[in-house]
């Protein structure tokens, strides 16, 4: 019912700065909480943040916390995530997703119903 593109991943060196985009189609009238995952080569599927349907909540995984920000543009039906002070660690393809769970800001991958395709972000050292 809806799709998830994200986009924006890449190759960057240790310390740098990547953009991630989360354009939505389809049934976008409908009021989303939105958070971003990440899957690590080898590793399970973690939260990386999350974001309220009107962005005025959110939760990020310590991991994450002071480098990562997510935010959303409603009108462009679009979430974003910039990362900064990137880490080789924080190397995974990214996927963003969308929940109609009445948790403000769900922080479980069971808690979201779509999800995008991914995007790969690759950090080097």
């Known amino acids: 019912q809806v799709q998830l593109v994200e986009s924006g991943g890449g190759l960057v060196q240790a310390g740098g700065s990547l953009r991630l985009s989360c354009a939505a189609a389809?049934?976008?009238?409908?009021?989303?909480?939105m958070g971003w995952f990440r899957q690590p080569p080898g590793k399970e599927r973690e939260f990386v943040a999350a974001t309220s349907w009107n962005g005025g909540t959110t939760r990020y995984a310590d991991s994450v916390k002071g480098r990562f920000t997510i935010s959303r543009d409603n009108a462009k039906y679009t979430v974003y995530l910039q990362m900064n002070s990137l880490k080789p660690e924080d190397t995974a393809v990214y996927y963003c997703?969308?929940?109609?769970?009445?948790?403000?800001?769900?922080?479980?991958?069971?808690?979201?119903?779509?999800w995008g395709q991914g995007t790969q972000v690759t950090v080097s050292s």
């Open positions: 389809g049934r976008t009238g409908s009021t989303y909480a």
């Open positions: 997703a969308a929940s109609l769970s009445r948790i403000t800001a769900p922080g479980r991958p069971n808690e979201y119903l779509y």
